[in-house]
């Protein structure tokens, strides 16, 4: 894994192979990047990083710039990779060792970007209560946007909020906008 923009640009990240997780390719990250610069200055911008796995996205971000960053996970050696890499690249991230759902349900801060990156097998009724849970709590800033990393074999169009998606190989990006 490495980060492919900005101060960071080029850090290669090994995490350890224990790790269940199947982090965003490059060509798709550099895709939803480009696609988030056009909407978002990364500098005064606040994120929350769902089922943040390695915290793949989560270090993209910080090397633009974002200084306010949430991850969350629900395993215990991901959240320990975040944190001895967040102190590595020395940009803090605040993370949280959570059910994801339980935290959507009992967070009160709100983002302008949320992003979550879960299983790829979730069933449609798992993804769409991601959506659910985000707007219905109103987690989202004014032009805050839910971004839901998925198969290319899952469709989220009929979700509550969706606006519209991108194919990057076989990861989709879903974006949901009041």
């Given amino acids: 894994m490495r980060i492919i923009s900005g101060k960071h640009k080029g850090k290669r990240l090994t995490a350890p192979k224990k790790l269940p997780v199947r982090p965003t390719t490059d060509m798709a990250k550099e895709g939803l990047f480009n696609i988030l610069g056009n909407y978002y200055n990364f500098s005064t911008i606040?994120?929350?990083?769902?089922?943040?796995?390695?915290?793949?996205?989560?270090?993209?971000f910080i090397s633009r710039g974002?200084?306010?960053?949430?991850?969350?996970?629900?395993?215990?050696?991901?959240?320990g990779y975040i944190k001895s890499t967040t102190k590595e690249l020395g940009s803090p991230i605040e993370t949280i060792k959570s059910d994801v759902y339980n935290y959507l349900e009992k967070v009160k801060h709100k983002a302008d970007i949320i992003f979550?990156?879960?299983?790829?097998?979730?069933?449609?009724?798992?993804f769409t209560k991601i959506a659910t849970l985000v707007f219905e709590n109103e987690l989202l800033n004014d032009d805050g946007m839910l971004i839901i990393e998925h198969s290319k074999y899952t469709s989220l169009e009929e979700a509550p909020y969706f606006d519209n998606s991108r194919k990057y190989?076989?990861?989709?990006?879903?974006?949901?906008?009041?």
């Fill in 116 to 126: 979550a990156d879960p299983p790829y097998d979730f069933t449609i009724e798992q």
């Fill in 46 to 60: 606040s994120v929350v990083d769902l089922f943040a796995g390695t915290g793949n996205i989560s270090y993209e």
């Fill in 66 to 79: 974002t200084e306010n960053i949430t991850a969350v996970d629900s395993h215990y050696a991901c959240v």
């Fill in 169 to 178: 190989g076989g990861s989709v990006f879903s974006f949901f906008k009041k």
